[in-house]
T-cell receptor, first 116, second 115 residues
Framework: NAGVTQTPKFQVLKTGQSMTLQCAQD?????MYWYRQDPGMGLRLIYY???????DKGEVPNGYNVSRLNKREFSLRLESAAPSQTSVYFC???????????????FGDGTRLSIL | AQTVTQSQPEMSVQEAETVTLSCTYD???????LFWYKQPPSRQMILVIR??????QNATENRFSVNFQKAAKSFSLKISDSQLGDAAMYFC????????????FGTGTKLQVIP
């Protein structure tokens, strides 16, 4: 019953360093998402992947890249970390991207990322 | 673009009492879904309840129920018989019915449950 697994749970980086946040889901979901959560701003979508092999920008994509490695895995990369990217990052997955479906998104436990 | 507004940054309720969290949204679409998610201190995002816009009946899940007023674009969450474990951030979320499943979240309401 793992659901959506994110690694790492915590990370501290220096400005300019790069790192990749990993996400894997075991629910055979087609769609996956990366959000960031900042105080007073709810969750904002960074990138999403409708299905294996496709990725698209969300609301706040600048400074990030993603890779949909296979159906299970969707990684988020910070090429040159900036203090403004200090946030809590959530990965989520859902059964399908669109259509008449009331299925919610399932979330991982989040990664707390601090950039000094 | 759709927007979701939660006007109560913080709320408190006495244990065993009832509390209502408010949410309003703005959309020009007629087909959409609404959700309430709970985020406890553990940071997990947990689905509490969902509502399809085409259904007139308000959704209910045990102690949780919604008051969905489509014309007013209002979607409030009522928690009955509040328990200490209900203490969390609560996020209201909107999703379009067709096309891309983009979810728009409100800014959240922090609920404190007083013993």
């Amino acid at each position: 019953n793992a659901g959506v697994t994110q690694t790492p749970k915590f990370q501290v980086l220096k400005t300019g360093q790069s790192m990749t946040l990993q996400c894997a889901q075991d629910m055979n979901h087609n769609s996956m998402y990366w959000y960031r959560q900042d105080p007073g701003m709810g969750l904002r979508l960074i990138y999403y992947s409708a299905s294996e092999g496709t990725t698209d920008k969300g609301e706040v994509p600048n400074g990030y890249n993603v890779s949909r490695l296979n159906k299970r895995e969707f990684s988020l990369r910070l090429e040159s970390a900036a203090p403004s990217q200090t946030s809590v990052y959530f990965c989520a997955s859902s059964e399908s991207l669109g259509g008449r479906s009331n299925q919610p998104q399932h979330f991982g436990d989040g990664t707390r990322l601090s950039i000094l | 673009a759709q927007t979701v507004t939660q006007s109560q940054p913080e709320m408190s309720v006495q244990e065993a009492e009832t509390v209502t969290l408010s949410c309003t949204y703005d959309t020009s679409e007629s087909d959409y879904y609404l959700f309430w998610y709970k985020q406890p201190p553990s940071r997990q995002m947990i689905l509490v309840i969902r509502q399809e816009a085409y259904k007139q009946q308000n959704a209910t899940e045990n102690r949780f129920s919604v008051n969905f007023q489509k014309a007013a674009k209002s979607f409030s969450l009522k928690i009955s018989d509040s328990q200490l474990g209900d203490a969390a951030m609560y996020f209201c979320a909107y999703r379009s019915g067709g096309g891309y499943q983009k979810v728009t979240f409100g800014t959240g309401t922090k609920l404190q449950v007083i013993p």
